[in-house]
C-alpha cells in the first residue's frame, strides 16, 4: 500500500497509474488529511503542485508522523517542500526549467539509480529551484540546467527530485519508482487483477451476506464490470435492471441485454422508451433534457428496485477519478470533492446503501479486471456513451422520428469504423443530428432535408481531445452510404473541432 499525498499537481493521478503498472495498490489523499489507518501505508510520495514554497497559502503539512519513519518520495514541490523546512534554501529560479531535460550527473552505487544512466531524458515543470540542499542531504543527481535535481537524506529512506518521473516524458520514470518502492521500501508488486478480484469478491460476500443488491445497468464497461464482480460474490442475489431509455444505439437495448443474459446475470430489461421520450417532447435546452432524463430515470428504476423485495444495497459502477478528494486548486489548499455525475446520485428515497466495488480503480483497470473475469473483449473495448444517449446529439426538440433517423446514420458510422479497422483507434464517435435543413438535389428532384455531423475524437479522459484525422476514403464511403440509405438526410459534414475550447459533444 503507498500513499501519495496531493499537493493539487494536474500530475497527481499520473503517480497512481505508475505506481499501480508497477502491480502495487496506491491512494491519493489530500496533503491536510492523512488517512486514519496511515500505519497501513508502507511508503509515502509527495506530489507536485502549482504553489510556491515560499507563498504565505502554499500547503505546509505536518510530516511528522511520515518523515524518517517511512520511506518517502518527495516530487517536485514536495522535494522543494523538504528543503525549505529543513535548512535548505529555495529560491525562483533564472534558467529555464520546463520540459525537457537530461540527467548530466548520477551519484554511483545508489540503488535509488539502479538501471539509470547519465543522459536519461528527465521532464521538468517547476518555476522555484533548490538552491541549496536541506541538512544531512547527499546530492544525488543533476541536470545541465539543475544542480539539485535529486537527493537523499542520511541515515532515513527519503528521496527527493526535482523532475516528474510519473510523466511519460520522463523515459526512466517507471524504473525509478520501482528502485524506490519495490528496492528501497520492499514492497511486494502482487496488486494484479486476479488478486484485485480474489479480494474484492470475498470482501463483498463478508459485506454482502444474504443480502440483496440492486443495480441499473448501461450497457457500458464500468456497470457491467460492477455487476459481474458482484455476481461472482452473491449470485442470484443480484438484481440488474436495464432501462431502454429510447436513446440507445440502433438494436443495442436488445442486442446487450441478450449479452449480459448470456452472461448469466440476473437482469430485466425494462423498455421505457415511450416514457422518456414522452416527458422529452417539446424540450429543445440541452440541461432541460438532461434533466427530465434523470428525473424519468429515476422513477422508472425505483418502480422497479421496489418490486425487489428486501433490496438493501444499491451496486454502482463509480471509478476512482470520480471520487478522488483533490487539492482545489482555485478557491486556495481546502480539499473539495469533485462533483460528478456519478457521485451523490442516490434520491432520497431510496433508502439503500451503497456498494461500489470500482470506486478505487481507473477506467483501463477496471478494463483490465473485466478481461481477468473474460469478459468479451468487444464490450471491454466499447467507446463511452453519454447517459442522456442521443438525446444530445440530437440538437433541438426530440420526436420519435429523428431519434431513428439519427440512429441509422450512427450505425452506419459505427460499422463503418469497426469494418474498416478503425474503431479501436477512436476514443469516442458518434453522429449529430442537426437542427439545419438544406437544398440538394436527388435524382432530378430538388430535395430540402437534414444535415447530420460526424465527430471522432481521441482523448485518454475526456477531458480534452482532438478530432481524429479519419481517411478521406473512409469519410467519404461513409457519407454516400449515409445519403443513400438514410431517408430525410441529405448532408454529412465532419466536425474538425478540439476540445478545448468546442466539447465532445455537441450539447
Ligand atoms: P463533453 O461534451 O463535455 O463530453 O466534452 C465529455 C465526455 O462526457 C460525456 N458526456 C456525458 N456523459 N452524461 C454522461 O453520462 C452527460 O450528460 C454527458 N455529457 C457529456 C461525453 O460523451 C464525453 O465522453
Redesign the pocket.
Known amino acids: 500500500n503507498v500513499l501519495i499525498l496531493d499537493f493539487g499537481s494536474q500530475y497527481t493521478q499520473l503517480i497512481a497509474r505508475r505506481v499501480r503498472e508497477l502491480n502495487i495498490y496506491c491512494e491519493i489523499h489530500p496533503y491536510n488529511k492523512l488517512p486514519e489507518n496511515l500505519s497501513d501505508f508502507k511508503a509515502v510520495v509527495l506530489s507536485g503542485s502549482p504553489f510556491s514554497v515560499r507563498g504565505e497559502d502554499a500547503p505546509h503539512p505536518d510530516l511528522s508522523e511520515i518523515r524518517g519513519k517511512k520511506p518517502l518520495l518527495a516530487v517536485c514541490y514536495g522535494a522543494q517542500y523538504l528543503a525549505h523546512f529543513s535548512g535548505g534554501e529555495v529560491a525562483p529560479s533564472n534558467t529555464r526549467e520546463y520540459g525537457r531535460a537530461n540527467l548530466s550527473f548520477i551519484k554511483g552505487g545508489e540503488e535509488f539509480f539502479n538501471g539509470i544512466s547519465v543522459g536519461s531524458q528527465v521532464w521538468m515543470s517547476h518555476s522555484d529551484t533548490i538552491k541549496s540542499l536541506p541538512t544531512g542531504a547527499v546530492l544525488l543527481a543533476s541536470t545541465g540546467d539543475v544542480t539539485n535535481a535529486a537527493y537523499k537524506i542520511e541515515n532515513e529512506e527519503t528521496y527527493a527530485i526535482q523532475f516528474h518521473p510519473e510523466v511519460y516524458h520522463s523515459t526512466d520514470g517507471k524504473q525509478l519508482l520501482d528502485n524506490f518502492l519495490i528496492g528501497i521500501a520492499k514492497i511486494q508488486p502482487n496488486w494484479t487483477p486476479n488478486s484485485f478480484v480474489d479480494t474484492t469478491v470475498s470482501e463483498l460476500k463478508e459485506k454482502l451476506g444474504n443480502d440483496k443488491v440492486v443495480l441499473g445497468l448501461s450497457g457500458g464497461v464500468d456497470s457491467t464490470v460492477a455487476a459481474v464482480l458482484l455476481h461472482k460474490a452473491i449470485g442470484s442475489n443480484l438484481y440488474c435492471i436495464f432501462v431502454n431509455n429510447g436513446l440507445l444505439r440502433k438494436n443495442e437495448f436488445a442486442s446487450v441485454l441478450q449479452q449480459y443474459e448470456g452472461m448469466g446475470l440476473n437482469v430485466k430489461g425494462v423498455d421505457a422508451s415511450a416514457r422518456f421520450l414522452e416527458a422529452l417532447a417539446g424540450e429543445s435546452d440541452p440541461e432541460g433534457k ?1 434533466k427530465i432524463i434523470g428525473r424519468v430515470f429515476i422513477e422508472v428504476f425505483d418502480d422497479e428496485a421496489n418490486q425487489i423485495e428486501d433490496a438493501k444495497w444499491l451496486g454502482q459502477g463509480t471509478i476512482y477519478p470520480d471520487v478522488i478528494e483533490s487539492v482545489s486548486v482555485n478557491g486556495g489548499p481546502s480539499a473539495t470533492i469533485k462533483s460528478h ?2 457521485v451523490g446520485g442516490l434520491p432520497d428515497f431510496m433508502k439503500l446503501k451503497v456498494v461500489e466495488p470500482l470506486k478505487m480503480l481507473f477506467k483501463d483497470e477496471v478494463r483490465r479486471v473485466g478481461g481477468s473475469m473474460g469478459l468479451d473483449p468487444e464490450l471491454l473495448g466499447r467507446h ?5 444517449g442521443l438525446a ?1 446529439r440530437i440538437l433541438g426538440d426530440i420526436t420519435p422520428e429523428k431519434v431513428s433517423i439519427l440512429q441509422e446514420v450512427d450505425a452506419i458510422f459505427i460499422n463503418g469504423l469497426k469494418e474498416n479497422g478503425l474503431y479501436d483507434k477512436v ?2 464517435a ?1 453522429a449529430i443530428l442537426l437542427p439545419v435543413q438544406s437544398v440538394g438535389v436527388m435524382g432530378d428532384e430538388r430535395t430540402y432535408e437534414k444535415c447530420v455531423a460526424l465527430r471522432a475524437v481521441e ?1 485518454t479522459d ?2 480534452t ?1 482532438d478530432w481524429v484525422n479519419l481517411p478521406y476514403e473512409f469519410l467519404q464511403k461513409t457519407s454516400n452510404e449515409i445519403i443513400n440509405k438514410v431517408k430525410g438526410v441529405n448532408r454529412v459534414v465532419y466536425d474538425i473541432s478540439s ?1 478545448p475550447p ?6
Not at 384 to 388: L, T, W
Request: glycine fraction near 14%; avoid cysteine; charge should be neutral.
Open positions: 438532461r455525475h456519478n463511452p456513451f453519454p447517459g442522456p444530445i476514443w469516442q458518434g482523448s475526456g477531458m481531445a476540445k468546442a466539447t465532445i459533444e455537441w450539447e
